[in-house]
């Protein structure tokens, strides 16, 4: 195992949330997406802790650690947000949010 | 860190997150996402970083997840939009990963195996987090009650007058 396949594994976790991030339309299936890109970045600041020079300096885990607190932060006021939207319009079809187009 | 062990969490988490992103129904993709995550759990503990894998499991499976499922019950009524399915996307995904795959493979310094480490305890994290990363744990800890506070005020009922 080298840190080259463990690099494209991340790239392809990245991928597939910013395909769900792009096509879906559902605001929670948005939320999944973007949860699994920032899962994916963590996994590369773990990967490269590992394969530093330096693996004393535990640098990458702990960034990896504060990014999952910032994460569940993010996913509950995005949540919170869409139960909002959704008692508000009725709906949580993000295409259908277009109030403000004017 | 066998390379089998490493093959099947892979398959599994990118199977996992697939169908997280593809299902039609909310409640199956809402599963996808939390066998998904505990496949990178698994990834954190192959990589020797045993915590972090703990944290993801206890923080995305345990919160996360709970909570899009209790989103996913709350606004129930309008259940599957039959949204069409935006292909534009999936040839932006797809670029993307050919030019990730592209830069990862073209740098020759990463083709490397991990050097033995010792492991990293969480004696040893929970020292380093009260000396060196105190004043960012004190600012989670802001970060995190604003959050709470935010969360409860977005979700409270409306008074009508």
């Known amino acids: 195992m080298t840190l080259s396949i463990l690099l494209v594994v991340s790239a392809a976790l990245f991928c597939i949330g910013l395909l769900a991030a792009l096509s879906r339309r559902h605001a929670i299936f948005i939320l999944i997406g973007i949860e699994m890109m920032l899962a994916a970045a963590n996994l590369n600041f773990v990967a490269f802790w590992r394969f530093s020079p330096q693996p004393q300096q535990p640098t990458g885990v702990m960034v990896a650690i504060f990014s999952i607190a910032i994460a569940a932060a993010e996913a509950a006021v995005g949540l919170a947000l869409v139960i909002a939207v959704y008692r508000h319009y009725r709906t949580t079809n993000v295409d259908k949010l277009d109030q403000l187009k004017g | ?161």
Not at chain 2, 14 to 24: G, K, R
Not at chain 2, 103 to 111: H, M, V, Y
Not at chain 2, 130 to 158: H, K, R, S
């Open chain 2, 1 to 161: 860190m066998s390379i089998f062990s490493f093959v099947a969490i892979a398959i599994l988490t990118l199977a996992a997150a697939l169908a997280a992103a593809t299902l039609p129904k909310l409640i199956h993709a809402a599963l996808s996402f939390a066998v998904a995550f505990v496949g990178i759990a698994a990834f954190f503990f192959l990589l020797g970083a045993e915590f972090v894998g703990l944290v993801q499991v206890f923080v995305y499976v345990g919160a996360v997840a709970v909570l899009i499922v209790f989103t996913i019950l709350l606004t129930r009524r309008d259940a599957d939009p039959p949204g069409k399915f935006n292909w534009g996307g999936v040839v932006v995904a797809m670029a993307v990963f050919a030019g990730l795959v592209w830069a990862i493979l073209r740098t020759p310094t990463l083709a490397m195996a991990a050097a033995p480490i010792e492991a990293l305890t969480v004696k040893r994290i929970g020292e380093i987090l009260m000396t060196d990363y105190v004043w960012p744990l004190q600012c989670v800890g802001v970060l995190l009650t604003a959050a709470l506070i935010g969360a409860l005020i977005l979700v409270m009922e409306e008074k009508r007058e």
